[in-house]
């Protein structure tokens, strides 16, 4: 996982998922700018993903992941605006979430 520059909208890369939670970020989130409510970067023609989905996460029209969602929201199947992981648990938004990232070791 790589973020880039500011000037570059913390665009993410993904390589290398590891876990047995479901790859849910490289499909619809490698290659893609940060959006927020205030910063619309995703390629979404119908609005802004994180005004829609309800936090700032690496959009793509929209998500198949958003760690920054509304928290505990239950089994919503139609709003998508909780904290999903959703080749995980789909659909079910998450309580909470901690992210941990560790640095490859070569």
Request: with cysteine.
């Given at each position: 996982?790589?973020?880039?520059?500011?000037?570059?909208?913390?665009?993410?890369?993904?390589?290398?998922?590891?876990?047995?939670?479901?790859?849910?970020?490289?499909?619809?989130?490698?290659?893609?700018?940060?959006?927020?409510?205030?910063?619309?970067?995703?390629?979404?023609?119908?609005?802004?993903?994180?005004?829609?989905?309800?936090?700032?996460?690496?959009?793509?029209t929209c998500h198949d992941s958003n760690l920054n969602g509304l928290p505990d929201l239950g089994t919503n199947t139609t709003s998508g605006e909780g904290i999903e992981w959703t080749k995980w648990l789909d659909p079910y938004s998450l309580r909470a979430v901690a992210m941990k990232i560790r640095p490859q070791v070569n």
């Open positions: 996982m790589n973020l880039d520059s500011a000037q570059n909208n913390y665009k993410l890369t993904v390589t290398g998922y590891t876990g047995d939670a479901g790859d849910a970020l490289t499909l619809r989130h490698n290659g893609q700018a940060f959006t927020t409510y205030d910063q619309d970067n995703d390629p979404w023609s119908s609005g802004n993903c994180a005004e829609r989905f309800k936090g700032g996460w690496w959009y793509q």
